[in-house]
């Protein structure tokens, strides 16, 4: 499910993709959306997002001269469990792209989409956030932790800390994989009570014997719970940012793109020069008129007329006993052990 980071990135994206591009025409909503209709329609408009917690809000601004007049328009977008943007060739819609802004002509025209499979996801006219949620824990720090020391008294820090944790009201942008991460760094008990939690913040405080800098690497260092809902969102941010490449095998890999590992050529080296000494000692003590291609199953049978010696060795051994509808399976120079 998208949690704060995931919105965040969503609004980079969006950003980044459509800041100059010129959008055009009407909005359009699939037919199976039970969100509502978008009445907006202008002949050149800019998009721009920003996400705050787990919220997304899209600005459509008309530019100037662009017909009919309108005012901009602001759209707040909630994920739900698969909710997404796409920006995707006109006549190459992706299935489940339940509203779709159209750029201008007459350049090859592209679609901005918001794609939701399970169609959990909803958006909403005017743009407002939600006043139900608190401070966003990835934007607005200081006001996130001061809301919730100022609000343990809520009913809501009775619950377990993992509960509490899902909280928007509280933990804004905070989903299932953030909690578990955090409270797995701290060692927290996820069934500890919210309260006993964070009450133990608001009595510790750094000595004030500690310079600035000292302060920020005892942070840095040892960072409680508040400030793990901020940094770990923090590394997802920078980790979703990052470019992952991934390079086709077989022809689109150059030669030096299929350089072995020199340890791993080794070992197969070896490996084969083994089996091939093995082949050899195998060949040169196979009894005469046999071969290796011979069926395991069928018994090696010695020649008629031929009898085999055993070579003399030092020290005494016990005799071989051979019945007489047994064939010997031992070649010559080797001995039973």
């Known amino acids: 499910m998208p949690e704060g980071p995931e919105l965040h990135l969503a609004s980079h994206f969006v950003n980044e993709?459509?800041?100059?591009?010129?959008?055009?025409?009407c909005v359009e909503k699939s037919p199976v959306s039970r969100n509502p209709e978008v009445p907006f329609?202008?002949?050149?408009?800019?998009?721009?997002?920003?996400?705050?917690?787990?919220?997304?809000?899209?600005?459509?601004?008309?530019?100037?001269?662009?017909?009919?007049?309108?005012?901009?328009l602001a759209l707040v977008f909630r994920f739900g469990m698969t909710g997404s943007f796409q920006l995707v060739p006109r006549d190459a819609l992706p299935p489940h792209a339940h509203l779709r802004f159209y750029t201008a002509p007459p350049s090859p025209q592209l679609a901005l989409c918001f794609v939701d499979i399970r169609r959990f996801g909803r958006w909403e006219l005017g743009g407002e956030w939600d006043p139900g949620r608190g401070p966003c824990?990835?934007?607005?720090?200081?006001?996130?932790?001061?809301?919730?020391?100022?609000?343990l008294a809520d009913k809501a820090f009775d619950r377990p800390i993992c509960e509490a944790l899902l909280d928007q009201r509280?933990?804004?942008?905070?989903?299932?994989?953030?909690?578990?991460?955090?409270?797995?760094?701290?060692?927290?008990?996820p069934f500890e009570k919210a309260r006993t939690v964070l009450e133990a913040?608001?009595?510790?405080?750094?000595?004030?014997?500690?310079?600035?800098?000292?302060?920020?690497?005892?942070?840095?260092?040892?960072?409680?719970?508040?400030?793990?809902?901020?940094?770990?969102?923090?590394?997802?941010?920078?980790?979703?940012g990052k470019s992952r490449k991934k390079k086709s095998?077989?022809?689109?890999q150059g030669p030096e793109d299929r350089v072995e590992d020199p340890t791993l050529q080794n070992k197969a080296t070896l490996r084969t020069r083994r089996t091939q000494r093995g082949l050899?000692?195998?060949?040169?003590?196979q009894p005469k008129g046999t071969s290796l291609q011979q069926d395991?199953?069928?018994p090696l049978v010695p020649e008629k007329g031929k009898r085999r010696r055993r070579q003399a060795t030092s020290g005494r051994r016990r005799p071989q006993k051979i019945t007489g509808d047994t064939p010997s399976l031992e070649p010559e120079g080797t001995s039973a052990s």
């Open 17 to 25: 993709a459509c800041g100059e591009l010129v959008f055009g025409g």
């Open 41 to 72: 329609e202008s002949s050149a408009y800019h998009i721009s997002a920003l996400a705050r917690g787990k919220e997304l809000r899209l600005t459509l601004s008309p530019l100037p001269g662009a017909q009919p007049p309108q005012e901009p």
């Open 137 to 151: 824990v990835l934007l607005e720090y200081e006001q996130f932790r001061e809301n919730v020391l100022r609000n």
């Open 170 to 189: 509280f933990f804004n942008g905070i989903g299932n994989y953030l909690r578990a991460e955090i409270l797995h760094r701290l060692r927290i008990p």
């Open 201 to 240: 913040l608001q009595r510790h405080r750094l000595s004030p014997e500690l310079t600035l800098s000292q302060k920020i690497k005892a942070k840095l260092q040892n960072p409680d719970l508040l400030e793990l809902c901020h940094s770990v969102p923090k590394e997802v941010v920078q980790l979703g």
């Open 249 to 252: 095998k077989g022809a689109q």
């Open 280 to 285: 050899e000692q195998s060949t040169a003590q």
């Open 296 to 298: 395991p199953e069928t």
